[in-house]
């Protein structure tokens, strides 16, 4: 069964960092092309970045460029997202999504000011 375990989300103040991770199960998370995703309250779930499956290519929203970079460690079949300077507005709940519409069921990460 194909699944994806988010964790690592919590209460930062502004300028601090997290990292958050995203366990796959069930299937190569290298075989994929994957993503972030975030909704916070009151707004429409939005991309932040993207890996390509096998050449790792990254791609990231604009809000995300400098301060947000996505890894993954394929032996642990797990993908991450290291995020710095975190703001206020990074305040939402983060999904991973792989490319053939799997999500996980999110972490939450709020940025006090």
């Known amino acids: 069964q194909l699944q994806l375990v988010e964790s690592g989300g919590g209460l930062v103040q502004a300028g601090g960092s997290l990292r958050l991770s995203c366990v796959a199960s069930?299937?190569?998370?290298?075989?994929?092309?994957i993503g972030w995703f975030r909704q916070a309250p009151g707004k429409e779930r939005e991309g932040v970045g993207c890996?390509?499956?096998?050449?790792?290519?990254?791609y990231y929203q604009d809000s995300a460029k400098g301060r947000f970079t996505i890894s993954r460690d394929n032996a642990k079949n797990t993908l991450y997202l290291q995020m710095n300077s975190l703001k206020p507005e990074d305040t939402a709940v983060y999904y991973c999504?792989?490319?053939?519409?799997?999500w996980g069921q999110g972490t939450q990460v709020t940025v006090s000011s």
């Open positions: 069930g299937f190569t998370l290298d075989d994929y092309g």
């Open positions: 890996l390509t499956g096998h050449t790792d290519s990254s």
């Open positions: 999504k792989t490319a053939s519409g799997a």
